[in-house]
């Protein structure tokens, strides 16, 4: 049986008020409610989330850990629902949008919140896809804005500077690099990581920085190659290995202690984020407003 948002709910409500009946008052539930599904959830996961002493209820651990999960779980579903609504909005113009996992995961859903809040605003149609594709994307015709997070300015198209973000090596707390100060970047050029596939911003931005210091070919290749961040981070907090991924990715995994941030000793791993366009083909006023906002001038 698959855990509900509403279980997911209730856990993160009884860690924020510290007991089953507080988390009951807030939710507009009854106390026994409260509890039978928690019972079911340990039953369920085979985890002890709660010790219950005379005193009342409290989070083990394992509960405090699960429930912070299970509040980043809530966050994207909630910034999921809001981004679906803004491109579902009916309207009669159209305007195709491709943008990179990190972008398209991370700051998307915000610009299109805003943008659904412009009067005649055009229905949005957004793809994400890795930084290459995209400039393939918009190169043809298929999207007329882009989104990429790669270090190289796109061949042929033109480019805005959006923001900014970190490549960051992350490990789970068990694993024995989360008690180092930091990685010299001829050890990490050497170590097998999870990736990304080719063309990834995220996997190019660190293959760009090792080999500017080490020189070509430092790089070795990946010790697996996952399609989707969320597959890289899930490896990665089950004691799976070791991986390059955005800050904005893994932020409230580093800040809870999930996840451990290994500094890495030489080159930056800072990277741009740019939107692009065909400067051939004149941006619609819908692009242009979205633009706008991503930009911070909406």
Do not use: K
């Amino acid at each position: 049986m698959a855990t509900s948002l509403e279980e997911l709910r209730m856990l993160v409500a009884v860690e924020a008020n510290g007991s089953l009946t507080g988390a009951a008052r807030e939710l507009g539930v009854t106390q026994q409610a409260v509890s039978q599904r928690m019972r079911a959830l340990e039953r369920r996961w085979g985890l002890s989330l709660f010790s219950r002493t005379t005193r009342g209820t409290v989070l083990t651990d394992h509960g405090v850990m699960v429930a912070g999960w299970a509040a980043a779980v809530i966050q994207q579903s909630e910034g999921f629902e809001s981004a679906v609504a803004a491109l579902r909005t009916v309207r009669a113009a159209r305007v195709r949008v491709g943008a990179s996992l990190t972008v398209a995961e991370h700051l998307v859903p915000h610009w299109l919140v805003r943008y659904a809040a412009t009067p005649d605003a055009a229905h949005v149609e957004l793809t994400a896809v890795n930084s290459a594709a995209v400039e393939h994307r918009v190169r043809d015709g298929r999207d007329d804005l882009g989104f990429v997070e790669t270090p190289d300015a796109p061949e042929g198209l033109a480019a805005m500077v959006v923001a900014h973000d970190e490549v960051v090596i992350v490990v789970a707390p068990g694993h024995t690099w989360a008690r180092r100060s930091g990685i010299a970047a001829e050890e990490l050029a050497r170590t097998p990581l999870l990736s990304r596939e080719a063309g990834s911003g995220t996997r190019l931005t660190l293959e760009r920085a090792l080999e500017a210091a080490l020189g070509p070919g430092a790089v070795v290749a990946p010790a697996a190659e996952l399609s989707t961040t969320a597959a890289i981070r899930a490896t990665v907090l089950a004691g799976g290995g070791v991986a390059a991924l955005s800050e904005r990715a893994v932020h409230d995994d580093l800040q809870a202690g999930r996840l451990v941030r290994v500094p890495v000793l030489g080159p930056s791993l800072t990277r741009p984020l740019a939107a692009v366009w065909d400067p051939r083909r004149r941006l619609s006023p819908a692009a242009s407003r979205i633009l706008e906002i991503a930009a911070g001038r909406g």
